[in-house]
């Protein structure tokens, strides 16, 4: 490996250098970006959004879940309670 330390110092040099195909990917016609490499098989990709959107989505469901809970809580006590003070108001 060689380091022109030239380059290092002059950051016209930059635009000036060859260009080299080294890539790994390419925009296609709809404005995609398309990967040319391929994902290493024994290892899960999963990136922060996709990991912050599954938290997310399963937030949202425990927040459904919960509602539907307190809910069914709700008419229970309503029930319990009108049949408790349905019957104590007969006996009485």
């Known amino acids: ?10 950051p016209d040099s930059l635009w000036k250098r060859n260009k080299y195909s080294l890539s790994v990917g390419y925009i296609d ?14 290892r899960k990709y999963e990136s922060r959004l996709t990991r912050a959107v599954k938290r997310f989505v399963n937030m949202e469901q425990d927040k459904a ?9 709700e008419m229970i006590i309503r029930e319990i309670t009108s049949l408790t003070l349905g019957a ?5």
């Open 1 to 10: 490996m060689n380091i022109d330390t030239r380059q290092l110092y002059d």
């Open 29 to 42: 016609d709809l404005g995609r970006f398309v990967t040319e490499i391929e994902p290493d098989p024994q």
């Open 65 to 73: 879940k919960e509602e539907l809970a307190w809910k069914i809580a």
């Open 88 to 92: 104590s108001n007969f006996s009485s």
